[in-house]
T-cell receptor, first 111, second 120 residues
């Protein structure tokens, strides 16, 4: 069965460092992958989309890579700030109604 | 743009009663909306896909008679939890895409802020 795993439940880093979050998947061939940020008691907010034929995408301090051979996506936040503290979810999909989410990684950036 | 409003944000009800949750797309039309359930520290679990003007498509294991979905217009979908029990207590979230099915299959989902349901 399909499995989406995000590397760890929680990640703590120091302000200014780069946070790297991992999303691995098995038994699935996604056409695209998205990353979302979720704050406590709120709905997720879209951050970045990367398609299967793209290796890397950037947006300001965010960078996403997508390796379909390794079946893995890495999500980087450079120059991290305490305000970046949240839960980050990866989501994989093939068509309109086939999008599945990982359990998320809770990132804490300490000042 | 692309705001999804979900109401209520919190609701406490007694066991056996029904609760209705509304999900509205405020500045775009959504032919399809999605309903999720989320347990603490767990992934968003897709419950059903709500289609405007037709029946919802439920995921395996989700009782359609328990979780009634109505998508009466292009901007409103409702989820009614019928005869609620304490095990139905959870965080329910809706989402929608801005655009029609075929042109936007990988476009971002816009989420409501969720409804925390507590059944006593």
């Amino acid at each position: 069965s399909q499995k989406i795993e995000q590397n760890s439940e929680a990640l703590n880093i120091q302000e200014g460092k780069t946070a790297t979050l991992t999303c691995n998947y098995t038994n699935y061939s996604p056409a695209y992958l998205q990353w979302y940020r979720q704050d406590p008691g709120r709905g997720p907010v879209f951050l970045l989309l990367i398609r299967e034929n793209e290796k890397e995408k950037r947006k300001e301090r965010l960078k996403v890579t997508f390796d379909t051979t390794l079946k893995q996506s890495l999500f980087h936040i450079t120059a991290s700030q305490p305000a970046d503290s949240a839960t980050y979810l990866c989501a994989l999909g093939r068509n309109n109604n086939d999008m599945r989410f990982g359990a998320g990684t809770r990132l804490t950036v300490k000042p | 743009g692309a705001v999804v409003s979900q109401h209520p944000s919190r609701v406490i009800c007694k066991s056996g009663t029904s609760v209705k949750i509304e999900c509205r797309s405020l500045d775009f039309q959504a032919t399809t909306m999605f309903w999720y359930r989320q347990f603490p520290k767990q992934s968003l679990m897709l419950m059903a896909t709500s289609n405007e003007g037709s029946k919802a498509t439920y995921e395996q294991g989700v009782e359609k008679d328990k979780f009634l979905i109505n998508h009466a217009s292009l901007t409103l979908s409702t989820l009614t939890v019928t005869s609620a029990h304490p095990e139905d207590s959870s965080f329910y979230i809706c989402s929608a895409r801005n655009g029609d099915t075929f042109s936007s299959y990988n476009s971002p989902l816009h989420f409501g802020n969720g409804t925390r349901l507590t059944v006593t």
